[in-house]
């Protein structure tokens, strides 16, 4: 499975920005895709999931109305929608695809938020 992540790029705060994860190789439809950032000198984290059968988990429930993740199977490619963007969203968004026990990685794209 390969992934490419594109989409970012530099957004004033309070702005929205929808990523997007093209996927090629195997079954996409039975991959589980997420979405990781990871933030200047901090770990990479999760930000949301989104499960072969549609249902979606976003790791800081907190957060959840700023993130929409979704999938579209007939275009092989899953998506991160964000909105009300802040400055400490600034970060690297990885997209992933686990399938068969296997986790794959796309190179990430810049998200770079303004004050």
């Known amino acids: 499975v390969q992934l490419q992540a594109s989409g970012g790029g530099l957004v004033q705060a309070g702005g929205s920005l929808r990523l997007s994860c093209a996927a090629s190789?195997?079954?996409?439809?039975?991959?589980?895709m997420a979405w990781y950032r990871q933030p200047p000198g901090k770990q990479r984290e999760l930000v949301a999931t989104?499960?072969?059968?549609?249902?979606?988990?976003y790791a800081d429930s907190s957060d959840k109305g700023r993130f929409t993740i979704s999938r579209d199977n007939m275009k092989n490619s899953a998506y991160l929608q964000i909105y009300s963007l802040k400055p400490e969203d600034t970060a690297v968004y990885y997209c992933?695809?686990?399938?068969?026990?296997?986790?794959?990685w796309g190179r990430g794209t810049l998200v770079t938020v303004s004050s």
């Open positions: 190789g195997g079954i996409f439809s039975r991959n589980i």
């Open positions: 989104i499960y072969t059968s549609g249902n979606t988990y």
């Open positions: 992933s695809a686990k399938v068969s026990g296997s986790n794959y």
